[in-house]
Nanobody, 118 residues
Framework: QVQLVESGGGLVQAGGSLRLSCAAS????????MGWYRQAPGKLRELVAS?????????NYADSVKGRFTISRDNAKNTVDLEMNSLKPEDTAVYYC??????????WGQGTQVTVSS
């Protein structure tokens, strides 16, 4: 089992920045990748960014956040952070931390609200 706890959400004005952090605990041995997803009201949950945990640091970003968001990891601390810059109102959503095993099973955090005012 893996437990994920997010922190760092909040309210920010458009153009501002926020940093989300995800602390993972439990059995991390089979975790292959971690990432951040978001879900806005009335919309499907979507991938924001992901990073490989084992065997490299390959990252993947949604087109809508490329150049503005940066995902990073600290394997020693079992944390994955999401640095969000130049925030837009359309970035408003609940952001969820995700950990995926090598068999594509996902663990999820409880979510943290990010609200960007115009």
């Amino acid at each position: 089992q893996v437990q994920l706890v997010e922190s760092g959400g909040g309210l920010v004005q458009a153009g501002g920045s926020l940093r989300l952090s995800c602390a993972a605990s439990g059995s991390m041995f089979n975790i292959n990748a971690m990432g951040w997803y978001r879900q806005a009201p009335g919309k499907l949950r979507e991938l924001v960014a992901s990073i490989i945990i084992n065997g490299g640091r390959t990252t993947n970003y949604a087109d809508s956040v490329k150049g503005r968001f940066t995902i990073s990891r600290d394997n020693a601390k079992n944390t994955v952070d999401l640095e969000m810059n130049s925030l837009k109102p359309e970035d408003t959503a609940v952001y969820y931390c995700n950990a995926m095993t090598r068999w594509a099973y996902s663990y999820w955090g409880q979510g943290t609200q990010v609200t960007v005012s115009s």
